[in-house]
């Protein structure tokens, strides 16, 4: 099964390469500064995104500041919610968001959707990984199979999202393309990816469905394994992971992420957060950090991020119907 959260807008990675080179823009302070909302705990994949744009934003030199605040809860719901609840002070904050505000909204997880926000732009793709433990007997996603076939109930899979969020539907994904019942696996949920990378490390789980760039660091230091990523090809961050495809399960999956504005933004600031984001893909202050993370560039800015969530709420509720969470 191939699912791929994208459209023709997403560049390859290489690409991104090709478009450094444009010094004076990087020299244009665009805004003051931005205050990044978080809606998920330190370690998983919006922090990660959103500390990482900050970072080249700053250094970039198109934005003053950053700051950044974590707000977990409610899969992301207690973010959502106070922002639209404090939107005539929150016009300097930028909300990190991804596939599971979709998700979350079509399972009625919290009561809005992406369109009771601002909706700023889309900026990266991350993949999605299966991951195990260093000292794992389990060693490939044949491995993992085995050992789920042997005792479904004692090969827990965990991830950084509530049930039917979308490291439980990668996991169901991967696992009904490999010819099991995608329903009947045991999915232990976390509050984001960094307290479910802790309990794989402490052995509370078999398996970890989280995203690609959550993983590398870990991987890069061996403290974890990767055993299947959801690319069509190996990626460059960390190319001894192979891909499910290669191992014989046919899917692939990128998580796109992007940022969000409370309701009734200004025009004028809209177009300054949405320019800087713009300008930051032409810095090598922003390669460095997407690189490092194996991000795929993919820029949707207004209605044209309009549009691809919309399509993204028409593929996922289709697949999520399809694995029996809808």
């Known amino acids: 099964m191939t699912f791929t959260l994208t459209r023709r807008t997403v560049l390859a990675a290489a690409a991104a390469a090709l478009t450094l080179g444009n010094p004076a823009w990087a020299e244009q302070k665009v805004a003051e500064s931005i205050h990044f909302l978080i809606p998920g705990g330190a370690g998983g994949g919006w ?21 950044f605040e974590n707000m977990s809860g409610g899969g ?3 973010a959502i919610g106070y922002l639209i609840e404090n939107a005539d002070s929150s016009h300097g904050t930028l909300m990190v968001n991804s596939t ?56 827990a899979i965990g991830g950084g999202s509530v049930p039917g969020g979308m490291d ?17 696996v045991k999915y232990i949920p976390y509050d984001a990816g960094g307290k479910a990378m802790a309990a794989l490390l402490s052995g509370e ?94 820029h949707n800015s207004g209605d044209d991020f309009k549009t691809f969530l919309e399509g993204q709420e028409k593929a996922i509720g289709d697949l999520m119907k399809e694995l029996g969470f809808l």
């Open 100 to 155: 599971p505000i979709v998700i979350r909204s079509l399972t009625g997880v919290f009561p809005h959707s992406f369109r009771d926000l601002t909706l700023v732009a889309g900026t990266i793709g991350d993949y999605a990984a299966i991951v195990v433990g260093k000292d794992s007997p389990i060693n490939s996603m044949e491995d993992l199979l085995k050992a789920y076939q042997a005792n479904p109930r004692k090969t």
């Open 76 to 78: 992301g719901g207690k």
């Open 168 to 184: 439980h539907l990668v996991a169901a994904m991967v696992m009904k393309a490999a010819g099991e019942d995608p329903t009947a």
């Open 205 to 298: 789980i078999s398996a970890l469905s989280t995203g690609f760039s959550e993983a590398v660091d870990l991987a890069n230091a061996g403290e974890v394994k990767i055993i299947g990523v959801t690319a069509d090809e190996r990626v460059a961050a960390y190319e001894t992971a192979p891909t499910m495809k290669e191992q014989g399960i046919d899917t692939s999956f990128v998580n796109w992420r992007g940022f969000f504005a409370a309701p009734g933004l200004p025009e004028a600031k809209l177009a300054q957060y949405q320019a800087a984001i713009a300008k930051m893909y032409d810095t090598p202050e922003w390669e460095e950090v997407r690189a490092r993370n194996g991000w795929v560039n993919i």
């Open 47 to 67: 922090d990660g995104t959103a500390r990482g744009t900050g970072e080249a934003l700053t250094k970039a030199g198109l934005v003053g500041t950053a700051s």
